[in-house]
């Protein structure tokens, strides 16, 4: 329940200066499993990092990465890969 109670904050505190990361808080988010992509490369890389210190304020790390672009693997610390 605190997890929600901090992502509806901080989505409310941060829709104005991050506009793409709200929207993704609030629409592909299932329980505590980021569902999501995006069309480019380059958005996938600026959403990973936008988002990761976005939820880095409230104590939220996300874990479990994946993704069928080998490249964008490649800045995820193996620790928050997602692992077979």
């Known amino acids: 329940m605190w997890q929600h109670v901090a992502s509806t904050n901080l989505l409310y505190d941060n829709k104005c200066h991050h506009p793409s990361s709200a929207q993704f808080l609030s629409n592909d988010f299932y329980v505590d499993d980021l569902l999501s992509g995006t069309t480019t490369h380059e958005g996938a890389f600026n959403l990973q990092q936008?988002?990761?210190?976005?939820?880095?304020?409230?104590?939220?790390?996300?874990?479990?990465w994946a993704?069928?672009?080998p490249p964008f693997l490649?800045?995820?610390?193996?620790?928050?890969?997602?692992?077979?």
């Open 50 to 64: 936008e988002l990761t210190s976005l939820l880095n304020t409230v104590g939220i790390t996300l874990i479990k």
């Open 67 to 69: 993704s069928n672009h």
């Open 74 to 84: 490649e800045i995820i610390p193996t620790e928050l890969k997602k692992t077979k």
